[in-house]
């Protein structure tokens, strides 16, 4: 099949650098067997082409000049889209990745010349959340809310990548797929670890509003109180200009704590190989594929009841409410000193990542694509 994929970026031509491990896992698995091209939408200063991982990729060039004019923006992107899918079309099927590149696929798909192209969307993010404190979700806003409507009606499916965004979305009126998105899981080998004191946690994520560092940070000072020999280590690009490192030393917590910022997938692995317990304290996750990284090594989650902790909770991670750093410390705690139970999630949460890793993911979607072929004819 010739097969096209729109995201918003997350393909650096490095295959390194401001990348979605995920994606690039799905984009080189399909590319194996299809002729895939991959639209980026707003991403390179100036548009381009380039192959990355067996795939043709087509960068349509960062959207100058108009960033806080939502529609218009939109409008700008939809139109370049659809050029771009004529010149390098016509496909079998497009798949979108993330609410943005959703609305503006279906919107394309259905121009003059693509022939009603059928269209997978992957919502992968917050298209079905609202927090207005923190400006995140698209279901803030009425044109959005719309837009993300407009857009279930116009795909021939609609996937999520977990049980819980299923739920979210249904609660809207739509029913989507679940497709878990899966990891390498050679890229992150099972260790066995030496039990502590002291004790090393790990979070992975952006420093960002909706991963609630907040939270995480005043979970951990309440762990230090206690006197637990705990260290954390944060992995991840620095979005909030330093807030979080501020927040961190107000705490006291500089001894207890090390920023390493964004990493390649080998230092990350590393650095979940020699940590007890992976932590999440986000206000929302579609999914959260860390979980699945952490639990290839044997690592185990506890962590806010979203993604895929919601899911997996009792039997594979432990889940608690969101924003609640006292429920979050008791969780750690608890689970640092009961050997068994830390076992037993990390066996549990490993069984399911190894069994939906990417290569199983891509061959998921590659039905879902040919279903989708069969149905417009």
């Not at 399909?30 to 002729?35: F, S």
């Not at 924003?323 to 068994?340: E, M, S, Y």
Request: charged residues 20%; hydrophobic residues 45%.
């Amino acid at each position: 099949m010739k097969i096209g994929i729109v995201i918003p970026g997350g393909v650096d031509r490095s295959g390194r650098e401001r990348v979605v491990p995920a994606l690039l896992w799905l984009i080189e698995s399909i590319a194996r067997r299809h002729d895939l091209h991959v639209f980026v939408l707003d991403y390179y200063p100036e548009p381009c082409s380039y192959r990355l991982l067996g795939a043709a990729v087509h960068d349509l060039g960062a959207v100058s000049g108009i960033r806080g004019m939502r529609g218009v923006r939109r409008f700008s992107i939809r139109r370049r889209l659809s050029a771009a899918l004529a010149i390098h079309g016509p496909f079998d099927v497009l798949h979108a990745y993330w609410g943005i590149a959703g609305i503006v696929t279906a919107w394309s798909s259905a121009r003059p010349g693509t022939s009603g192209t059928p269209v997978l969307v992957t919502c992968d993010s917050g298209e079905f959340v609202r927090c207005d404190d923190i400006d995140y979700g698209l279901q803030r806003r009425w044109v959005d809310r719309q837009a993300v409507r407009s857009m279930a009606r116009a795909a021939t499916t609609v996937t999520v990548p977990s049980q819980f965004m299923q739920r979210l979305a249904s609660s809207l009126g739509i029913e989507p797929v679940v497709v878990p998105v899966g990891v390498d899981v050679s890229r992150f080998p099972r260790v066995d670890r030496a039990d502590g004191p002291p004790w090393r946690l790990i979070r992975v994520a952006s420093l960002n509003r909706v991963k609630d560092y907040p939270t995480l940070l005043h979970a951990l000072a309440h762990l230090v109180g206690q006197r637990q020999d705990v260290h954390l280590d944060i992995v991840g690009e620095d979005t909030l200009g330093g807030e979080v490192q501020a927040m961190a030393d107000n705490l006291g917590l500089n001894p207890h704590v090390t920023f390493h910022g964004a990493q390649p997938t080998d230092r990350v692995s590393a650095l979940y190989a020699r940590a007890h317990l992976n932590l999440v304290s986000s206000r929302h996750e579609s999914a959260n594929v860390t979980v699945l990284e952490a639990a290839c090594t044997g690592l185990p989650t506890v962590g806010t009841s979203v993604g895929y902790v919601a899911d997996w909770a009792p039997g594979a991670a432990v889940a608690v409410p969101i924003q609640d750093p006292l429920a979050l410390a008791a969780a750690v705690q608890g689970l640092l000193h009961d050997p068994q139970e830390r076992a037993r999630i990390a066996a549990n949460a490993r069984a399911w990542a190894v069994a939906h890793d990417s290569e199983w993911t891509a061959h998921r979607f590659e039905q879902l694509y040919a279903d989708a072929v069969l149905t417009r004819r």
